[in-house]
């Protein structure tokens, strides 16, 4: 088709189509001229009849010789026109010599052999319609000279013809034309179709090569008893064998053992399709996934495609893998714990004995955003890896997000089983962590869910495990917690307590109260901490230590904070003596964008001198968000306020944080003044804050003094300000506004008792934030 093209080829097909049948036509024609003499011998027209027989035998011998010298599939255009202008010269020259042989002899032949004539004239055409069926052109001008002989007939022989017979032959030999050219154009029909049927196959197969030479995929085909045949070079070299060993091998052999094999196998015995079965082989010693489709075929093989998808297959598991797993540790996430649970309480029916372990890292946010989150990360790793090692290969470790992590036991025989793990997890996480060449020093509390033999739901045991948890928080970290059901009571007390706090804040049931400080030097006052009361309606008076932390955790300590900052500094404004308010700020506080508003709105409604107001600031704090929170005590400064750093030394970095921002004064925490008299290292510390503060231009504040021995020591070293029961107890709103003159001093002697000093001194953590 490239070298001749559409037409030329068209004419190489009808000609081959016709040489094949040539010479048995050839040998027919001479055969019926030779016969044409005999049956006219001993007539006088026998004389003509013998040369003209000679020449139609000399025009068929020459169409018999073209036909020998014809090569069907040549690709010379040359010899093909050359060919079939010769042939064409040849079949009409002995069209010519019929015509006349017919005029001449075929009257003769009919008085003397009328049903020879008829057989003669049938042959004749039949075979000549038979023969040129490929080839319209001399067909036709065969079909038109015997129309001329019967034309002339019907004029030479008017006693046997009549008109009627004219037009008879002129009728049929238009119909034989006709059904010639229609003939001829169902065989260039079939022509074109075996053209498009071989276009479509030569594409078919340039694409199949382009296929097995450039695409993932490869074919393959398999005989009636499941063995390959047509192997490619593809198949062979993905297999890791030569394709001459993959030759007449059964396919099924070839794929690993197992139930997708056996699946392969029914599937070929049943001859039935099947698509994107997924097997394992091991090519060239390495584990790979292959996929193969099959349909079956006509002749008992079946063909398919065969699909390498190992890197899909990879891809697919580590997707899965990071859905159910931690990309930070590697523990089972919280996804993959969750569904474990629910399917090991489900247990088939059955309920198992296993235990939850709650498990959050102490104080992981100070280190967090101290030494910074790539250091929190490499801790929680550490962190995870000593859970692994501490735990049994059949229970299931997971981190459920930031630094909470959960320990699935299962086979759990005993409490004490539980216990000795939790212990094991607590004492491990108490040693030094070494993180980056840095020393952190984290501990962990561990929160025990145990399942009896009645069994739990998932959700329930979660929630028992974490109610343990805050147990464990409760009573000093670095410790575990079972649950206990006196929890349930605690958690619903804690529920109804917040749901009474919201009221409280709606309805104002709070009031302030403040604790005098006084001068070490004059002992005169010099300014009072606010602290809070709750006046529950029912429960009665309410001290920080209970609400504050509920507060905080729902955020209500934003709008209750808020109040006490307006209501401490409109009351400052009324007092008789113009001492100092000190208000503190809790971390959520320091997070509300309203903060610098509100405290502005607050001094310029009292109209009160702005450094009256004492913003006091603990180290935790500070910790959370250090640079935005540095940026709001600069904020504050320009308010004119003072700031003061309160709970010194109990917090983390406090040399950075007075590097990082001038405070006005610093405040000794009371766990130092409360045993300084006793022990030689709290002395220390108290006096080198002091000489510290000193260095640095600050004031000190010593909180929590209650003996006359501990204000005398503060006032010989140096200490500028104290608080403390010893110098009075935190004064109601009446009572602070009045002068001092008119106050009763409280000495050592008017001393509350000790449990009731330890249920009404609460930190400034507990006082505000």
Request: with cysteine.
């Amino acid at each position: 088709m490239a070298i001749l093209g559409e037409r030329n080829l068209l004419l190489a097909w009808r000609l081959r189509e016709l040489t094949s049948h040539l010479p048995s036509l050839c040998a027919l024609h001479s055969f019926a001229a030779v016969a044409c003499v005999v049956a006219l011998w001993g007539h006088p027209a026998a004389t003509y009849g013998l040369p003209w027989a000679a020449m139609i035998a000399l025009c068929n011998f020459r169409q018999w010789r073209l036909s020998l010298d014809f090569y069907p599939d040549t690709i010379d255009v040359t010899h093909l026109h050359k060919f079939h202008r010769e042939l064409q010269i040849a079949a009409n020259t002995e069209t010519a010599f019929w015509v006349l042989g017919a005029v001449v002899f075929f009257p003769t032949l009919f008085h003397a052999h009328p049903v020879f004539f008829a057989v003669l004239t049938a042959g004749l055409l039949a075979s000549s319609v038979i023969a040129y069926r490929s080839m319209p052109a001399p067909l036709t001008s065969y079909l038109g000279g015997a129309m001329l002989a019967a034309a002339v007939l019907s004029f030479t022989m008017r006693d046997e013809f009549s008109w009627p017979s004219l037009v008879l032959a002129l009728v049929f030999g238009y119909a034989l034309i006709r059904s010639t050219r229609r003939q001829g154009r169902q065989f260039e029909q079939s022509c074109r179709e075996q053209f498009d049927q071989q276009r479509t196959a030569e594409t078919v197969k340039l694409l199949l090569h382009e296929y097995e030479a450039s695409s993932s995929d490869w074919l393959w085909e398999v005989d009636e008893g499941n063995c390959l045949m047509n192997v490619c070079e593809r198949f062979g070299h993905a297999a890791g064998v030569d394709r001459d060993f993959l030759e007449g091998r059964e396919l099924v052999g070839l794929f690993d053992a197992g139930p997708a094999r056996e699946r392969l196998a029914t599937l070929l015995l049943d001859r039935v399709p099947f698509r994107d079965l997924a097997l394992e082989i091991t090519a060239g010693g390495e584990k790979r996934w292959w996929t193969i489709s099959g349909n079956p075929t006509s002749d008992g093989s079946v063909r398919g495609v065969l699909r390498d998808v190992t890197e899909s297959r990879q891809t697919e598991q580590r997707v899965a893998r990071m859905a159910r797993y931690d990309q930070l540790t590697e523990l089972a996430n919280r996804h993959l714990f969750n569904e474990s649970l629910t399917e090991l309480l489900a247990g088939n029916g059955r309920r198992r004995r296993i235990a939850l372990l709650y498990i959050d890292l102490d104080h992981f946010k100070s280190v967090n955003d101290t030494l910074g989150h790539h250091v929190g990360d490499g801790l929680v790793r550490a962190a995870a890896r000593r859970i692994l090692g501490v735990v049994r290969e059949h229970d299931l470790a997971a981190r459920l997000g930031g630094d909470e992590f959960a320990v699935l036991l299962t086979r759990v025989s005993n409490l004490e089983t539980v216990h000795q793990c939790a212990e094991r997890i607590v004492d491990a996480m108490a040693q030094p962590f070494n993180i980056d060449g840095q020393t952190v020093r984290v501990s962990a509390s561990v929160g025990v869910g145990y399942s009896p033999d009645e069994g739990v739901d998932g959700e329930e045991l979660m929630r028992r495990a974490d109610l343990a948890l805050y147990a464990a928080k409760r009573a000093g970290r670095s410790t575990f917690a079972d649950y206990d059901p006196s929890l349930n009571h605690n958690e619903h007390a804690r529920r109804n307590l917040e749901l009474d706090l919201r009221t409280a804040i709606a309805e104002g049931q709070f009031t302030l109260v403040y604790q005098p400080q006084v001068c070490l030097k004059t002992g005169e006052w010099t300014g009072k901490e606010t602290l809070v009361r709750w006046e529950h309606p029912v429960r009665g008076r309410i001290l920080p230590g209970e609400f504050i932390d509920i507060a905080e955790d729902t955020g209500l300590i934003i709008p209750l904070g808020e109040w006490i900052i307006r209501q401490a500094i409109e009351e400052a404004a009324s007092w008789d003596e113009p001492h100092r308010i000190a208000i503190n700020l809790s971390p959520v506080q320091m997070c509300n964008p309203n903060l610098v508003t509100v405290l502005t709105n607050a001094i310029a409604e009292a109209q009160i001198d702005p450094q009256r107001v004492e913003i006091e600031i603990t180290e935790s704090a500070l910790m959370h968000d250090s640079e935005t929170n540095v940026e709001l005590l600069h904020r504050l400064r320009d308010l004119g306020v003072r700031i003061a750093l309160d709970d010194f030394g109990t917090g983390y970095s406090s040399l950075n944080y007075l590097r990082a921002f001038p405070f006005d004064k610093i405040k000794i925490d009371r766990c130092f003044v409360s045993e300084m008299l006793e022990r030689a290292d709290c002395r220390a510390i108290v006096r080198n804050v002091i000489m510290l503060a000193r260095a640095l231009g600050m004031e000190t504040t010593a909180e929590g003094v209650e003996t006359k021995e501990q204000y005398d020591w503060l006032r010989r070293h140096g200490c500028l300000e104290a608080q403390g029961y010893y110098i009075s107890r935190p004064l109601e709103s009446e009572m602070a506004a009045r002068p001092a003159a008119s106050r009763e001093e409280s000495g050592p002697d008017q001393l509350p008792a000790p449990e009731q000093i330890a249920s009404n001194v609460h930190p400034i953590r507990c006082q505000l934030a």
